[in-house]
Nanobody, 122 residues
């Protein structure tokens, strides 16, 4: 069972990035997927989540209206489109999978990817 996050990089303020999360060893069909981020010296925080049916999404207030989470269960992939990026969006972004309903807490997720670095700086 493995989750692989990718797509991070260095981007200027106002720019965009699209993160991808690929699952291997299991199918994402029954799992809610969340994106979290962790900045240096800070706790890991919730960014966005999507239900296994993709009918329900949730966003942190800080990214609402700028980020969009989506999934393609046929490809076993989840995405996070990040627009209008700000320096405070900098951090390591992790995708996570948890059985059942959409969830926003770190401890509710069973499987974690290794993270991808996002740096927003001019």
């Amino acid at each position: 069972v493995q989750l692989q996050a990718s797509g991070g990089g260095l981007v200027q303020p106002g720019g965009s990035l699209r993160l991808s999360c690929a699952a291997s060893g299991f199918t994402l069909d029954d799992y809610a997927i969340g994106w979290f981020r962790q900045a240096p010296g800070k706790e890991r925080e919730f960014v966005a989540a999507i239900s296994w049916t993709a009918t329900t999404t949730s966003y942190a207030d800080s990214v609402e209206g700028r980020f969009t989470i989506s999934r393609d269960n046929a490809k076993n992939m989840v995405y996070l489109q990040m627009n209008s990026l700000k320096p405070e969006d900098t951090g390591v972004y992790y995708c996570a999978a948890g059985l059942g309903l959409l969830k926003t807490m770190v401890k509710s997720y069973n499987y974690w990817g290794q993270g991808t670095q996002v740096t927003v700086s001019s």
